[in-house]
């Protein structure tokens, strides 16, 4: 399905660039995890938001997404990937589904941390991030899931679904992959297992592998005051870009991605609009 912009996160960031997309009159498409998911959802009391006053998490996010999706944004709850850029569009892959978009807006969180020993040198080869995606591959075999997101255990619970053994391990602290030309065994907190697939499930991805190439420091993505990256037609917003993290901030880089998005969605659609005779 094709939009104008694609937004990466439904916190204050992404919702906030979502909204001024369609105060544009573009169409947007905001995929998230489930709110309850987001770090926001379980403050108790956030007494520092102008105009506000003392709120939970959970409302503010309710209220906020209830705006969004009064003016129009669409939502798609899922992981993003993947994604490339060819021909003035972003390609973006949420689960086992392909999204185009002229803009995209990166408002996810910061994934900390460093790979797994085997992680990337067995993706594709027996590590997976999606096993709604992936699992019909390895139905009916012995699997690892590795779990640091909320909703990891219903897809350990589909892979069991499809004849899948599964081997939990609830965001275990170290892991290691190893195998031959494909996974054969995974070590988590000193239990090993023999599986075909370990899918390690986290809530976000490192910007830089969704987005090979993408300009960080200290992790955090570069951006300039128009919210624009160093790839085309990629803007950031939010916790990513860096601190301090808090809502005033992600809401007010989220209206500028939004509006840098929207304008080069813009102008994206003039550039290729037939010459008229």
């Known amino acids: ?38 770090p926001l959802w379980r403050a108790e009391r956030v007494d520092n938001y102008l105009g506000m006053g003392a709120v939970s998490g959970s409302q503010m996010l309710s209220d906020m997404r209830a705006q ?12 993003a990937l993947n994604a490339s850029y060819m021909m003035d569009n972003w390609y973006v892959s949420v ?18 941390g460093k790979k797994f020993p085997g992680e990337q040198e067995y993706l594709g080869r027996g590590v997976s991030y999606c096993a709604t995606c992936d699992g019909m591959l390895y ?13 990891a255990r219903k897809e350990a619970d589909f892979l069991r679904s499809i004849g899948c053994t ?7 602290k170290s892991c290691s992959i190893a195998g031959g030309d494909t996974v054969e065994t995974v070590t988590c907190d000193g239990v090993t297992e023999a599986v075909d697939c ?11 592998d969704l987005f090979p190439g993408l300009a960080t420091d200290n992790g955090y993505v570069t951006v300039d005051r128009r919210m624009t990256t160093n790839l085309p037609g990629l803007f950031a917003a939010g916790d990513c870009t860096g601190g301090p993290l808090q809502v005033a901030k992600a809401v007010g880089e989220g209206l500028v991605a939004g509006q840098s998005a929207a304008a080069f969605a813009a102008e994206v659609e003039r550039k290729n609009r037939p010459a008229q005779s």
């Open 139 to 151: 139905r009916g075999r012995s699997v690892a899931v590795l779990g640091f997101s909320d909703s």
């Open 166 to 172: 599964v081997s939990y391990f609830h965001k275990p």
């Open 198 to 208: 370990v899918f390690i499930l986290r809530p976000t991805m490192a910007p830089t």
């Open 95 to 112: 689960g086992s589904d392909m999204y185009n978009a002229r803009a995209v807006v990166l408002s996810g969180g910061v994934a900390r």
């Open 68 to 79: 969004a999706e009064a003016a129009g944004v669409e939502f798609l709850t899922g992981r």
């Open 1 to 38: 399905m094709s939009y104008d912009v694609l937004v990466i996160g439904g916190g204050p960031a992404g919702l906030s660039a979502a909204l001024n997309v369609r105060a544009r009159g573009r169409s947007v498409l905001v995929v998230t995890n489930p709110p309850e998911e987001n």
